[in-house]
Structure formats: C-alpha cells, structure tokens
T-cell receptor
Framework: DAGITQSPRHKVTETGTPVTLRCHQT?????MYWYRQDPGHGLRLIHY???????DKGEVSDGYSVSRSKTEDFLLTLESATSSQTSVYFC?????????????FGDGTRLSIL | DQQVKQNSPSLSVQEGRISILNCDYT??????FLWYKKYPAEGPTFLIS?????DKNEDGRFTVFLNKSAKHLSLHIVPSQPGDSAVYFC????????????FGKGTSLLVTP
C-alpha cells in the first residue's frame, strides 16, 4: 500500500468554523491531490500540488485553499466551512516524473458540517 | 460539464462470467485512461491503465480496451469473482493538467455466486 495517511479520518464541525485536513505521504512523490466525493458526482478535483509551494486549482476549488511547505505534507483548508462542503475528502499522490504513474489514494476523511 | 461518463450506475453478473464496464469521454486531449476499484470506507484502488496511443492493455483477469474514434473505453473482468463486487470508476488524465484525474460517476458491480 502507498504510504498515505489522512487526518482526521472523521470530523464534525459547525458552519463558519475553519477546518484543516492533512495528507501525509512517505513516498517522496512530487504530485499530491485533493478530491471530494459526493453522491452522484464521482470524485472531483479541488486542488493539486506539483512541488513544494507549487499548487494549482481544480474543478471545485472555490471555498478551499491549500498549502505545501514540505514534500510529505499537503494541507487542505476550509476557511469558513459551509454545509455544502460536507463530503468525503480523498488525498492522492503520484510520482509524476518520467513515465506515467497512476495516482494512489488515501482512505479519506469524512467531514460533516452542521 | 462532465468529461468522463459512466452511464450504467450498476451491473450484476454471475460468478465465472465476464463483467464489462463501459466509459465514454468527450475531451480528445486526454493522454491516459485508468480504472479504479472502490470498497466502502476505503480510498479508490488503482486497477489498470491505458495510454491514448494503445488500444488494449491486459493485466491478469482485467483487460481495458480503448476506442479513440468513438471516445469509448471498457473494462473486461474474466472470470468475475464475488470479491470483485465494488464500485468501479473510470478516470482520464492529461499531462498538461498535472495528470489530475477526471472521474466518471462510477458503476456498482455485484458478482453473485
């Protein structure tokens, strides 16, 4: 299994509060990604990173920010959580250099915003 | 607008028979196509991929076929086993967008004994 740890695994919080989700990898992979999964939508990309301090937006980036100060950690922040951000969040990593390598996923964070 | 579509939400197959899962896409700039398998409360697990310059890739019981002119790919599982019961996601990736994945909505496969 790819060395990906997401924390917390479950979180319940209130509307308007800030929330930070952490993705930690032990593979030294260059690329890291945050997706959300909602019923009827599959997985959708929020943000991704192609190196330390290098990030870019995905399809559903509004209301989210990310930071990557170390290769191994990619943080996803909801500055002011809303009920529409209730979802399951998945982190993924890929080596991203040379030949194509598939992404490998963590086990997800289930976030409920009341 | 969804660029990757899986039009069958569910599929039921008998053990030992072939399972065929289908996927259509709209963006001709995709470079790679992948299939992931997902169990409840777990992250997606990579199954098999295919480059846009190939038309077939095989790995054990899993084969992916790509028809670029039709913008269609399919995953064949032969023979199907009860442990294959899961949700299968088709995904597509482009180099120019950092290999970020565009996912279909998934097909729930049930393999019955």
């Amino acid at each position: 299994d790819a060395g990906i740890t997401q924390s917390p695994r479950h979180k319940v919080t209130e509307t308007g509060t800030p929330v930070t989700l952490r993705c930690h990898q032990t593979e030294n992979h260059r690329y890291m990604y945050w997706y959300r999964q909602d019923p009827g939508h599959g997985l959708r990309l929020i943000h991704y990173s192609y190196g330390v301090k290098d990030t870019d937006k995905g399809e559903v980036s509004d209301g989210y920010s990310v930071s990557r100060s170390k290769t191994e950690d990619f943080l996803l922040t909801l500055e002011s959580a809303t009920s529409s951000q209730t979802s399951v969040y998945f982190c993924a990593i890929s080596e991203g250099v040379g030949a194509f390598q598939p992404q490998h996923f963590g086990d997800g964070t289930r976030l409920s915003i009341l | 607008d969804q660029q990757v579509k899986q039009n069958s939400p569910s599929l039921s197959v008998q053990e030992g028979r072939i399972s065929i899962l289908n996927c259509d896409y709209t963006n001709s700039m995709f470079d790679y196509f992948l299939w992931y398998k997902k169990y409840p409360a777990e992250g997606p697990t990579f199954l098999i991929s295919i480059s846009s310059i190939k038309d077939k890739n095989e790995d054990g019981r899993f084969t992916v076929f790509l028809n670029k002119s039709a913008k269609h790919l399919s995953l064949h599982i032969v023979p199907s086993q009860p442990g294959d019961s899961a949700v299968y996601f088709c995904a597509a990736s482009a180099v120019r967008s950092g290999y970020a994945l565009n996912f279909g909505k998934g097909t729930s496969l049930l393999v019955t004994p």
